[in-house]
């Protein structure tokens, strides 16, 4: 019995028959990733140790459900998403890629072949069209000389129920045919002078070009210098014509803008009297300015005497060379009246 108590009083036994030293039991080792269910004996009277021991918490019961696994529709509770059902392969070799590229390649063969027959339907259908639409202008044509033929007869048929003479109707066919002939004279010489005047664009065309091109070859054949001075002058004069074209357009917009008040002035009397008023204000500040002007140039009286003074003798010379001027001006009328006179005599003589 002291065996025994000393044996029981060296083995402590916890509460569930689990030992406190020595190693711990099976029944509380770390869980494993797949959690079985003891179905034979009810929790909590499996011998100590066991699988089916006492265990915290484990099982179906104690797995946390997630709401995201079951999601709700306007319909109710939806059933959890499974994987894909029956067998698959487990192993992708070398196989199965070829395999996935077979099948792939027959696809794409399948596909190219459908759409060559597309395009051959196509090319097809538009060499149909083609054909038909030469043969809708052909048979537009036909149709506008059928409707000219038919306005003939329904013209003939209108003068034989108005009883309308022969001789009436020659008049109007021989008016109509002078008509035409003048109307194909006309577009004879307008046909002559387009080709004319095309011929005419294409030999100016020529020699623009060919001034290009000695432009190009001049430029070619210049110092370094000189071409990069000629760089610089064709910049400006692009941005000179440019500046050119902004300006003429703002004069094109300043003219409409003056057209268009001088219309507004034509149809009102108070604007007119206002512009007589402002050109009349414009000259009396002119002549004012110029008084001005005057009145700040005038200086002292022996000044002005003494510009008068050369003002004259400035005259004087001038009158003096015009009189010479004058003078060797008639001598030479009458030496020409002289020859002339002597001409006339000479003509005289010989008839």
Request: hydrophobic residues 30%; without cysteine; proline residues 3%.
């Amino acid at each position: 019995m002291a065996s025994n108590h000393k044996s029981s009083a060296a083995r402590p036994v916890s509460r569930g028959g689990v030992g406190i030293t020595g190693r711990p039991p099976s029944g509380i080792r770390p869980l494993s990733g797949n959690i079985r269910v003891a179905t034979a004996m009810p929790p909590g009277t499996a011998r100590p140790g066991s699988r089916g021991g006492p265990i915290g918490t484990g099982g179906v019961l104690s797995s946390q459900i997630k709401v995201a696994d079951r999601p709700v529709t306007q319909q109710g509770l939806t059933g959890m998403k499974t994987g894909m059902k029956g067998p698959q392969r487990q192993i992708l070799d070398k196989s199965y890629y070829l395999g996935l590229l077979r099948s792939k390649i027959s696809e794409l063969t399948t596909e190219v072949n459908r759409l060559q027959k597309e395009i051959e339907m196509y090319n097809q259908e538009n060499s149909v069209y083609l054909s038909y639409e030469k043969r809708a202008e052909t048979l537009a044509v036909e149709i506008k000389e059928f409707q000219g033929q038919l306005a003939d007869y329904n013209m003939l048929v209108d003068k034989l129920n108005t009883n309308t003479e022969m001789e009436e109707v020659m008049n109007d066919y021989n008016m109509l045919k002078a008509q035409n002939d003048r109307e194909t004279q006309s577009m004879d010489v307008i046909f002559t002078e387009r080709q004319a005047k095309e011929k005419q664009m294409r030999s100016v065309e020529e020699e623009i070009e060919q001034e290009k091109q000695a432009a190009d070859d001049i430029i070619k054949n210049m110092s370094l210098e000189n071409q990069v001075k000629y760089l610089e002058m064709k910049t400006t004069n692009e941005k000179l014509l440019q500046e050119l074209d902004t300006l003429q357009q703002q004069l094109d917009s300043q003219n409409m803008k003056k057209e268009s008040l001088e219309a507004e002035i034509a149809h009102s009397q108070v604007k007119q009297e206002a512009v007589l008023l402002h050109e009349k204000l414009y000259e009396l500040e002119s002549h004012r300015d110029q008084m001005i002007a005057e009145d700040k140039s005038i200086g002292s009286p022996m000044e002005e005497r003494e510009k008068l003074l050369k003002q004259v003798k400035d005259d004087n010379q001038e009158i003096a060379s015009m009189e010479r001027q004058l003078t060797d001006i008639k001598e030479k009328m009458n030496q020409f009246n002289e020859e002339i006179r002597q001409l006339d005599m000479d003509l005289e003589e010989h008839q």
